[in-house]
Nanobody, 118 residues
Framework: QVQVVESGGGLVQPGGSLRLSCTSS????????MAWYRQAPGKERELIGS???????DYAAFVQGRFSISRDSAKNMYYLQMNNLKPEDTAVYYC????????????WGQGAQVTVSS
């Protein structure tokens, strides 16, 4: 069964940057759009933003220009670039899509821990 594979994350100091990536476990199964979420301890999962199959992006208000979502269609890769990270950005970050290889479903990445601390 095809899966969405997430990579990146880690520990970063306040003001630093990180990039998360997502792709499908089967290269021939193209991902058609991607959303990024995060869940901080004790809080509900929240939407960060998304990118459509044709490259349109949309972001939650709290992003305030610090995060950007992009894709490399040739590599079937999706990215979440996070800049000027703050301690309150500490959370588990997830990618999600509802279509891989033309198959509709509920595809979540495994999650990536991002910790912002000095």
């Amino acid at each position: 069964q095809v899966q969405v594979v997430e990579s990146g994350g880690g520990l970063v100091q306040p003001g630093g940057s990180l990039r998360l990536s997502c792709t499908s476990s089967e290269p021939r199964f193209v991902i058609d759009g991607m959303a990024w979420y995060r869940q901080a301890p004790g809080k509900e999962r929240e939407l960060i933003g998304s990118i459509s199959h044709d490259g349109w992006t949309d972001y939650a208000a709290f992003v305030q220009g610090r995060f950007s979502i992009s894709r490399d269609s040739a590599k079937n890769m999706y990215y979440l670039q996070m800049n000027n990270l703050k301690p309150e950005d500490t959370a588990v970050y997830y990618c999600h899509t509802d279509q891989v290889g033309g198959n509709r479903g509920d595809y979540w990445g495994q999650g990536a821990q991002v910790t912002v601390s000095s």
